[in-house]
């Protein structure tokens, strides 16, 4: 922002206020020339010392980055000694804990589960007297049962409604897949 000296001749033209005399209106005019004066010089005063300012710290090492970076230290520091802060801290340490050591229990828990599950095989546990028996797995075997009876029935009868993995009607179809 620059300051543009007023000019006499176009502030003369300007009506008086009212209530002032002509030596009133002309002795504010000049103070106000003065006032302006005095602002462009203290602007260029400023300028000086500012640049001259920025010649020491460049001298002596500092720099705006450093200044920079030291508020933002002070400013850390001050977070971390606040109340607020330490109570947060203090509550979020405490989640953790909390959340750490369920996660843990959990984890033995799963770990312990697998564990037993890992004694018993597939294989053993589908000829288990148990699970042959439930109604489950006789369900699923009477559908099996009955798919297979469907495929192999219907080549045993000749019937050519699935045609054979080799290509040819009469091979017989290999054994039963273990699971």
């Given amino acids: 922002m620059t300051d543009v000296p007023v000019d006499p ?3 003369a033209r300007t009506p008086a206020v009212e209530g002032l005399t002509e030596a009133e209106e002309e002795e504010l005019r000049a103070e106000l020339a003065k006032v302006e004066e005095e602002i462009v010089t203290l602007r260029q005063v400023l300028a000086a010392k500012e640049r001259h300012c920025g010649e020491l710290k460049r001298r002596l090492g500092l720099s705006t980055l450093g200044g920079l970076k030291q508020n933002l230290s002070r400013s850390w520091h001050d977070v971390q000694v606040s109340n607020a802060y330490k109570k947060t801290q203090e509550t979020l340490s405490q989640a953790g804990q909390k959340t750490s050591a369920a996660l843990s229990t959990m984890g033995s ?4 589960k697998l564990g ?11 000829s288990m007297p148990v699970m042959r028996n439930s109604a489950t797995f006789k369900s699923f075997e009477d559908r099996v049962g009955t798919v297979k009876s469907k ?8 019937s050519a409604s699935l045609p054979s993995p080799t290509g040819g009607g009469d091979q017989p179809l290999p054994g039963p897949a273990p699971f």
């Fill in 109 to 112: 828990a799963i770990s312990r």
């Fill in 9 to 11: 001749g176009v502030t």
């Fill in 151 to 158: 495929v192999v029935g219907g080549r045993e009868n000749g």
């Fill in 116 to 126: 037993d599950m890992s004694n018993y095989s597939i294989r053993h546990s589908i």
